[in-house]
């Protein structure tokens, strides 16, 4: 039985250790030079940075949400709407946050993406967005007040200086533990997103976390 337990844990360590191995940091993720503060207290926390406005955040959403159904029960999932210096995109995370305060950001996600890169519908300022949700059954008073509120500015310029902070190069980008950021192909982003919670998870439980 001893010699069982013995292959069975080298096999373990050679499947961590090939697990480590497969993806390099500076090639496939970044390691920040100052980890940054996670707000989901012991969990492992993913961060994506997107915009509603940016193709590329479309075309990985359908992937993304499958794989966060994925998601180990020490990982925690948060999404955090940045401009980056784009004025339209500023508007669209403004209309993230403003939508969060009037309970329907999860009800229209879907809809905002494919009317803005399908439906090719102009959604880039206040009044344009004001008039969509509107139409798509929103508190217009209620969002408004959310819209221009000091709270969703406050919010926005938090989440653009959170960009700064990670070093955001563009988006989506994806942030694990304070620590990584992956961008680049899709398909391997979320790869290398799964064998760095891994890492995480195995450094957290040799540290007694």
């Not at 819209?147 to 200086?161: C, I, K, L, W």
Request: with cysteine; net charge neutral.
């Amino acid at each position: 039985m001893r010699l069982g337990i013995g292959i069975v844990t080298l096999a373990f360590l050679e499947l961590s250790t090939s697990v480590q191995a497969s993806i390099i940091a500076g090639h496939d993720y970044v390691v920040l030079n100052t980890p940054q503060r996670q707000e989901s207290n012991g969990k492992i926390e993913v961060v994506e940075f997107f915009s509603w406005g940016c193709p590329h955040c479309y075309e990985f959403r359908p992937m993304l949400s499958r794989w966060i159904a994925t998601l180990p029960k020490e990982a925690s999932f948060k999404r955090v709407p940045v401009g980056l210096g784009y004025p339209e995109w500023d508007a669209l995370a403004k209309a993230f946050y403003a939508l969060q305060v009037t309970g329907d950001v999860d009800r229209l996600d879907s809809q905002i993406f494919d009317d803005i890169h399908k439906n090719h519908v102009w959604l880039h300022d206040e009044q344009s967005i004001t008039a969509w949700v509107g139409k798509h059954g929103v508190d217009v008073v209620k969002f408004t007040a959310a819209f221009r509120s000091f709270g969703v500015n406050t919010t926005v310029g938090q989440a653009e200086q959170r960009a700064i902070d990670y070093r955001i190069p563009g988006i989506p980008t994806l942030a694990i533990a304070g620590k990584y950021t992956v961008e680049g192909n899709q398909a391997k982003m979320l790869s290398t997103a799964d064998q760095l919670i891994v890492m995480e998870r195995a450094a957290n439980k040799n540290s007694g976390k």
